[in-house]
């Protein structure tokens, strides 16, 4: 948006460029950098500067780019994933609240409100209650379920991977934590930043969406000589150690390549929700050893078992010399390992209260993975199966699977790929 209707030319926002132009900088003067720019801002005020235009805000994740935020994007400290249905019967419709959504999820992630205050009779178009919070490396990342191709009709775009995932050995799956049309993911390094966010998507598009479920969680990041660590789960383990990062490991497992599904998902990727119970209590009673044993890890190093790095390979051939193989066939990591697939994980702990049949914690891992083929996860899950020594202590009580669109370019919007052709 370059101009306000109701003000008329006046508030037309202008371009980095023509500020440096109107500035007498010049191209010259280009290397003053961002903070020569930030001083003339505060004097003229950064609500006059095109937000695809202005310079890089505190602590913030680029909403722009190949692939959306929030997926390769360094883990931040907290989540709120809602999951919405639709309410709009169109694809206009929901064209056009995607085109709605996309100045406000620029503004949240540069951590700008998304409009100013009124003192009349109407509402302040921002809820308001990430003032003063820069933006936390707030990143927003919205996908689509296979839900939403059954209400709407997008001619033939629904990928065949897009589809219920199958029943897996012992899932206790509650509706009311699962599927939904679309998902928003709201990671930040502040939790009322996150809720911020995702308050505010749903706020403007009152009418065309309702809430179908939704989880807050959270990670603790430690630092280490300004590095930061593997969180840990609520089972004191570390969560994440192996995971692809290097770009030619991202493209292999999480991006979708050109031909390999749908042509709008090129450069997208598949998200699979599960909310998983955690029994805390029957955990809190078993031993140290059993515990490693468990996952094939150490608990405090993170080393595999038998060794002492966290990132020491994990071999899980290797044997004593008694011939007995070091990490238990049953342990999580030896059955995850046993399938060539792979995904990038980014999951977070959670805790709601008490339930109520058992008196117990209601906790656990809203376990997110993201993978270029849901194929992935299934081949995973199926190889832990009934076997994996964690099952004892644990139940998945929640499953949902979204398609996230690709990155969005400048001067374009959220999901342009999946409307641009219709
Ligand atoms: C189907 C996929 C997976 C589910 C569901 C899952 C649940 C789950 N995992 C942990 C804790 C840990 N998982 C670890 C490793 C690991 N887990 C999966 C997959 C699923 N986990 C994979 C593919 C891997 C990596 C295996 C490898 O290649 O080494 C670990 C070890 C440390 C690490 O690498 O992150 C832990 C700990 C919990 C608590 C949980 C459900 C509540
Ligand atoms: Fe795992």
């Known amino acids: 948006m370059t101009k306000s209707k109701k003000d008329g030319v006046l508030h037309k926002k202008i371009s980095r460029r023509q500020l440096l132009k109107m500035t007498g900088i010049g191209a010259a003067g280009l290397a003053i950098g961002a903070t020569g720019i930030g001083g003339i801002l505060s004097t003229i005020g950064k609500d006059w ?3 695809d235009e202005a310079p890089p805000a505190k602590n913030s994740v680029n909403f722009y780019g190949d692939h959306q935020a929030g997926i390769s994007t360094p883990s931040q400290t907290h989540i709120y994933f809602v999951a919405l249905d639709v309410v709009v019967k169109t694809k206009s419709e929901l064209q ?43 990143s927003l990342t919205f996908g689509v379920g296979e839900s939403l191709f059954k209400k709407i009709n997008l001619g033939d775009k629904k990928p065949t991977q897009l589809k219920k995932l199958p029943h897996f050995p012992k899932d206790q799956l509650v509706e009311a934590y699962s599927n ?22 749903v706020r403007a598009a009152s009418g065309r969406v309702t809430l179908k479920w939704s989880q807050a969680g959270f990670n603790a990041i430690a630092k280490k000589d300004g590095h930061s660590q593997t969180p840990r789960n609520l089972f004191a383990f570390k969560d994440g ?44 009673r078993t031993a140290l050893d059993e515990q490693e044993a468990t996952f094939g890890r150490h608990r405090n190093s993170g080393a595999p078992l038998g060794k002492d790095g966290e990132y020491d390979a994990m071999e899980i051939e290797r044997k004593d010399e008694d011939g007995h193989l070091i990490v238990p066939n049953t342990s999580h990591v030896f059955l995850a390992k046993s399938v060539k697939a792979r995904l990038l994980r980014r999951s977070y702990s959670y805790v709601s209260g008490v339930v109520d049949s058992t008196g117990t914690h209601d906790a656990g891992l809203l ?26 202590y644990i139940t998945h009580r929640g499953s949902a699977m979204f398609a996230c669109f690709p990155g969005v370019r400048k001067g374009s919007y959220i999901g342009e790929t999946l409307f641009s052709t219709l």
């Open 49 to 51: 500067i095109a937000e």
């Open 96 to 138: 056009q609240l995607f085109k709605d959504w996309t100045p406000l999820a620029t503004k949240m992630m540069r951590g700008e409100i998304i409009g100013t205050a009124s003192t009349d009779m109407i509402p302040p178009k921002d809820t308001g209650e990430a003032l003063g919070l820069d933006a936390q490396n707030l």
């Open 180 to 201: 939904g049309d679309i998902c928003i993911q709201a990671c930040a390094d502040d939790p009322q930043v996150a809720f911020h966010a995702i308050r505010n998507l």
């Open 241 to 284: 150690t192996e995971n692809p990062r290097a770009k030619e490991d991202l493209n292999k497992v999480v991006w979708v390549q050109h031909g390999e599904s749908k042509p709008w998902m090129t450069g997208g990727t598949y998200l699979i929700a599960r909310r998983i119970q955690m029994h805390l209590e029957t955990w809190d």
């Open 367 to 392: 376990f997110i993975s993201f993978q270029k083929d849901p194929q992935q996860f299934i081949d995973i899950q199926n190889s832990l199966g009934r076997l994996d020594k964690m099952n004892e």
